[in-house]
């Protein structure tokens, strides 16, 4: 079984890995700006990149089905501790249910409150709920929250990752890194 990850599975990871960054960054930023034509404009453009998460998202868990993951080296797995693997695996899913979930609730949020998502400004989507307002206020926190629980597992992921390759020293890194990656 191979030991590195292959480059659609690798290419899949920095791309949601960027975009996801990029939106928690943008949606925190144009949270703090007054009504404005540019807040709408951001607003739209936060919506299309939570949607092309969402896809990404979709897509590369239909490829980890089709593609198993490599499993952990055996020096990996030797030298982590039990609750250490648990994490690991915790924290994956949690990455992969949250960048579902975010999406999913800020597209929720956005049809109970009377804004409709358009992908790319073209392409209408069904709103998920119909218009109610007092839902809209009920959902709108839980936007926040689930997408700061994602900001903080990525936090927890890159730091983790950060601890194998500088601290470890073991090579887990590189199994996700773009070069000499194999299709």
Known sequence: MPQRYGLV????HWLLAAAVL?????GWYMTGLPFSPQRLKLY????????AVLGLTALRLAWRLVRRPPPLPPQVLRAMPAWQQRAHHAVHGLLYALCLAVPLVGWA???????????????????LLPVNKALAEA??????ITAYTLAALVAAHVGA???????DRDGLLARMWPSGARA
Do not use: E, M, Q, R
């Not at 990752?161 to 601290?167: C, F, G, T």
């Open 139 to 144: 959902i709108k926190p839980w936007h926040a």
């Open 44 to 51: 739209n453009w936060h919506k299309w990149a939570g949607t």
């Open 161 to 167: 990752a950060l601890k194998h390759h500088w601290v």
């Open 9 to 12: 599975a690798i290419g899949l």
């Open 22 to 26: 990029c939106l928690l960054a943008l």
């Open 109 to 127: 949020y956005s049809s109970a409150a009377g804004f409709p998502v358009v992908f790319l400004g073209l392409l209408p989507l069904p709103d």
